[in-house]
Every structure is written in structure tokens, then in C-alpha cells.
């Protein structure tokens, strides 16, 4: 096996079980004549296809060869990618894409532009029934950039891979290596990776932990951990999303999503008594917990994909508002409302627990039971209300504040009663806001309790086309 840089043969093999992997369709060649395209030799018409099994699961696969008139995408190489739609659709199968591809066959035009068409309405298809999987190792642009995207998830290796819409050189007049326009804003890509063995293992890991298509119940595996472990550093550690996602998982398995794009918002997989769960987290940037577009926006597809496939939601709130910024101003009001639209809408369990702060709309909206969570936790430190305690008091006791001698007693006197009237987990509980008040150790073990309770929820959504936000 090469290491490095595989060929497309390569990684399939890499990426399957041993010896699983059976070709379809490996005489078909490109059947255009014009500028003695049939010169050339087409084999496989640039891209290898097939399926094969990934740890005794099934898939199929794509792999396209740059050997080959640069993995271009002509009409045959489009009709073999089409084929396997069909198939793993008709069997509950995921597909998995990889991507290494000059983008559209020239030589070909009109007919290589009908074959991008013919690969999208499959894609669409295939959206919500089974997953897609891209994996960018080389170029991939124009039409092969909104295939990736259209996928549920993307991984792109970092130093050879690179995602664009527009030729590289359009951007302004300016000559750009391909690889130079997605480094920096990596929003379209979900995994990014140091080497192409890395991209294909973390690949296979992701695979192992999801259902194969919608109809499939939750993809369950057997749990050898405790499921009444108990986790005392979480009593007295400063909350870190990404720690306590490892801590509560079975033998800490977290599979992060976004890392490099999603600052304010921890996204991914874990395991719950064999369970997936689907996690978003809120996580303080530079001592700021609150809600920006970029993070949120990534969550809302994130959500949607784990309503679609039956997996369950845990939101982990610790949020004090939006981020305030004249750009964040310009789209955060949409943005905020097709994520909420999202929340209410999916029917998986869903359950919230709160950590810290669950302040405003931004708390509400973080899957509270006024929105339609399931079951809702909370640690004793948690604080929930409309604002900082301190904040309140300032506003509404402006005026005895302004008159009062010693001004810093009075605001501290009336922040610790504000914060235990109103701001309190307790006072939370006894309104009904929140279900229970857990201490930080217990976590593991009441979120797999409150999944096991809710295993059997049935919910659909009244009968419409869909909304309109």
C-alpha cells in the first residue's frame, strides 16, 4: 500500500475491509469523439466504482482517478456515480465520495454539463434517505465543489486538498494556487486532515457510529463501559466542552465536527449506552459564552441531519447572549431563526442540560422545554433568566443605587437575592423550566436514564408542505 499520496484505487482498498471491495462498471470508457478525446485512453472513464463492506457494514463507493483525463467529469464518468445512487438507495446504503477531479470534461460540454445535473437530482434524491460522505483529496471545483457540499459530511486533506466554486484565477484577477482558497475559511468541510491514512481512519470511525440510511433504527453497539461511571473531576474542573463530552461517552469516544470553523459551538457524535447521540455545546471563546452566526449556522445542518436519521440530541447550554458585532447584527436575526425553526421541527428525543449560563433569547433557544426539549437537566451552578443577576439589579434598582451611600453593598446585597429568586437552578425547577438538578459527577448516568426513558418517544409534525422560515 502507498503512503502519502494513494491513487484512486488505493484508497478504496485502504478505506474498506480487506479483500471486500467488488468494481461496477469497470469497462465503461467515455464515448465522445470530439477533439480526439478517443485518443486517449479512458479507463474506467476516471473514476473507479464499487462496493464492499466496512466493518461488515455495507457501502458504496466512488473513487475518482486523476490519472485518468484528470478525473474530469464527462458523461459516462456522471452515468457509473448515478448507477450507484440508485443502488445504495434501493438497499440502505451509505455512499462515500472521493473526490480528486480537474471538474467538468470540456471536450464534452453540453453533455458533461447534463452529467452534473444527472449527479445533483441524484444527490437530492438521496438527501434525508441515506448518508452521504465526501472526501476531498485533491481538487475539487465548480460542480464537484456543490457535490461535496450537498453530501452531509466532507473531510478534505489538508495539503493537496482544495474546494472552490470559481477557477482560481477569476477571484479578483488574481493567479491563486487552488489549495490557497479554502485553507483560511474552511466552512464548507467538517473534518480537515494532516494525511490522506488520517482522513480514511477518521472516515471510518465516522461511518461506524451512524446509521446507514433514515429507515434504519439508531446504529446501537455493544457498551463495555459503566453506565453508572461516575466522573468526580467534573465536580471541580471549569466546564470545557470538549472534556466533558469525552468524560460522559462510552469509553470516551467523541467524533468532533466543525473543529476548525465552529468556535462558540462544540459539535459531534458520542455514544451513550451504545446510543449515537448528536451533540451541539455551547463554549466560551476569550471568557465570551454567546451565540455567533458562523457556529450557529453550522449547527442548524447539524441538527437537521440528526432529525432526519432518528439520531437524539443533547444541547449543553452554557450561552449569556449574541455576539455584538455590526456584521453579526446583519444576519444573526435569520440565522438564528432557521436554527430555532430546526429545533422545534425535529421530532428525535431530545434533552438539555445546563451548565452555566442560560441567559435570554439565547438560552431559550439553546433547546429549552418552551421549544420542545424532551427532558431538561441542570447542574446546581446553573444560572437561568433573562440576564446577568448583576446587570438586573443595576437596571432595576437604578434609582436606590444612585441615592445609596454605599452603592457596591446594595448591588451586591440585591445580586445575590435576584440571583436566588430568579436567576437560580432551584428557582428554575420549582417554575418547571428545568426538570432536575444533577451534580456534575451523576451526568453520564442521568443523560443515559433520560434516553432510556425516551426511547420509544413517537412524535410527528402537523401535515404541511414545510414552513417558510
Known amino acids: 500500500m502507498a503512503k502519502g499520496n494513494m491513487n484512486a484505487r488505493e484508497r478504496i482498498e485502504y478505506l474498506l475491509d480487506d479483500n471486500s471491495f467488488v468494481e461496477i ?45 484528470g478525473g474530469s467529469v464527462g458523461e459516462m464518468h456522471a452515468k ?48 434525508g434517505k441515506i448518508v452521504q460522505i465526501s472526501a476531498v483529496f485533491g481538487m475539487c471545483g ?17 495539503k493537496e486538498g482544495s474546494l472552490f466554486i470559481n477557477s482560481p484565477n477569476t477571484l479578483d484577477n488574481e493567479k491563486l494556487n487552488p489549495a490557497e482558497i479554502e ?25 461506524s457510529i451512524l446509521p446507514s440510511d433514515y429507515e434504519s433504527k ?14 468526580p473531576e467534573l465536580n471541580d474542573s471549569a466546564y470545557d466542552a470538549q472534556y466533558l463530552l469525552k468524560a460522559i461517552s462510552d469509553d470516551n469516544l467523541f467524533v468532533q465536527i466543525k473543529k476548525e470553523t465552529a468556535k462558540s459551538m462544540v459539535i459531534g457524535f458520542i455514544k451513550l449506552n451504545g446510543e449515537t447521540i448528536g451533540v451541539v455545546a455551547n ?41 455584538t458585532s455590526r456584521e453579526e447584527e446583519r444576519k444573526m436575526a435569520r440565522i438564528l431563526a432557521i436554527y430555532t425553526k430546526e429545533m422545534i421541527s425535529s421530532t428525535v428525543p431530545k ?4 451548565v452555566g449560563k442560560a441567559f435570554g433569547t439565547a438560552g431559550v433557544i439553546m433547546n429549552s422545554k418552551s421549544i420542545g426539549a424532551d427532558f431538561v437537566l441542570a447542574w446546581p451552578q446553573a ?22 451611600d454605599d452603592q457596591i453593598a446594595l448591588i451586591n446585597e440585591k445580586t445575590v437575592e435576584y440571583a436566588q429568586m430568579q436567576n437560580s437552578a432551584e428557582s428554575a425547577a420549582k417554575r418547571g423550566v428545568i426538570d432536575d438538578i444533577i451534580i456534575p459527577d451523576a451526568t453520564r448516568k442521568r443523560l443515559i436514564m433520560a434516553y432510556e426513558m425516551l426511547y420509544g418517544k413517537k412524535q410527528r409534525n402537523e401535515d404541511k408542505k414545510h414552513t417558510t422560515i
Do not use: H, W
Open 25 to 69: 462498471g469497470k469497462y465503461v470508457t467515455a464515448r465522445n469523439t470530439d477533439y480526439n478525446l478517443n485518443s486517449e485512453k479512458a479507463e474506467g472513464d476516471g473514476v473507479i466504482t464499487g462496493y464492499g463492506v466496512m466493518d461488515g457494514r455495507m457501502v458504496y463507493v466512488y473513487s475518482q482517478d486523476a490519472s485518468v483525463l
Open 80 to 127: 457509473k456515480i448515478v448507477a450507484l445512487y440508485d443502488l445504495a438507495m434501493k438497499t440502505g446504503a451509505p455512499v462515500i465520495g472521493m473526490i480528486d477531479c480537474a471538474g467538468i470534461r470540456l471536450q464534452e460540454a453540453s453533455d458533461a454539463l447534463e452529467a452534473f445535473g444527472n449527479i445533483f437530482a441524484k444527490q437530492g434524491q438521496a438527501s
Open 142 to 158: 465548480g460542480g464537484c465543489a456543490v457535490m461535496s457540499a450537498m453530501s452531509d459530511f466532507t473531510f478534505m486533506e489538508r
Open 183 to 207: 485553507k483560511d475559511e474552511i466552512e464548507n468541510i467538517d473534518f480537515v486532515c494532516d494525511s490522506e491514512e488520517e482522513l480514511l481512519t477518521d472516515l471510518r470511525e465516522l461511518v
Open 218 to 231: 439508531n446504529f446501537l453497539s455493544e457498551c463495555s463501559d459503566d453506565l453508572n461511571r461516575v466522573i
Open 283 to 323: 463554549q466560551s471563546v476569550n471568557g465570551e459564552s454567546v451565540l455567533e452566526t458562523k457556529s450557529v449556522d453550522q449547527a442548524t445542518r447539524f441538527i437537521k441531519f440528526c432529525d432526519a436519521f432518528s439520531i437524539p440530541i443533547l444541547t449543553v447550554t452554557d450561552v449569556e447572549g449574541m455576539k
Open 351 to 354: 434533552v438539555n442540560l445546563i
Open 383 to 404: 444560572s437561568i433568566g433573562m440576564m446577568d443577576p448583576e446587570q438586573a439589579v443595576r437596571i432595576m434598582y437604578a434609582k436606590e443605587i444612585e441615592e445609596n
